[in-house]
């Protein structure tokens, strides 16, 4: 059973950045693909980015490329989601989740987060 906890988020103006952190206990880090999910209110939760168990392969989501990076240490049992030029209509409660495919599609993922909440104003 993986346990994890985001943290990071917070309320930033427009072009801001924020580092999201997610750190895993209780399984073994390094066997998991990793991802963050968003969800913004009254939507749908919706994939970010996803990152391979050695951090060899990445996917984003086409509306973060080139905003967003997401990066993990194993040695920390932790994945990061860099967003930079923050827009408002990203935000979102942000989720990191842990599963066993290398999937876009939450029903993939065996174990979530609590989420953090990312607030961008205009």
């Known amino acids: 059973q993986v346990q994890l906890v985001e943290s990071g988020g917070g309320l930033v103006q427009a072009g801001g950045s924020l580092r999201l952190s997610c750190a895993a206990s209780?399984?073994?880090?390094?066997?998991?693909?990793m991802a963050w999910f968003r969800q913004a209110p009254g939507k749908e939760r919706e994939f970010a980015a996803r990152?391979?168990?050695?951090?060899?392969?990445?996917d984003y989501t086409d509306s973060v490329k080139g905003r967003f990076t997401i990066s993990r240490d194993n040695a920390k049992n932790t994945v990061y989601l860099q967003m930079n030029s923050l827009k408002p209509e990203d935000t979102a409660v942000y989720y990191c989740?842990?599963?066993?495919?290398?999937?876009?599609?939450?029903?993939?993922?065996?174990?979530w987060g609590q989420g953090t909440q990312v607030t961008v104003s205009s």
């Open positions: 990152i391979t168990r050695s951090g060899d392969r990445i």
């Open positions: 209780g399984g073994t880090f390094g066997t998991y693909v």
């Open positions: 989740a842990a599963g066993n495919m290398w999937a876009r599609q939450s029903r993939f993922y065996n174990y």
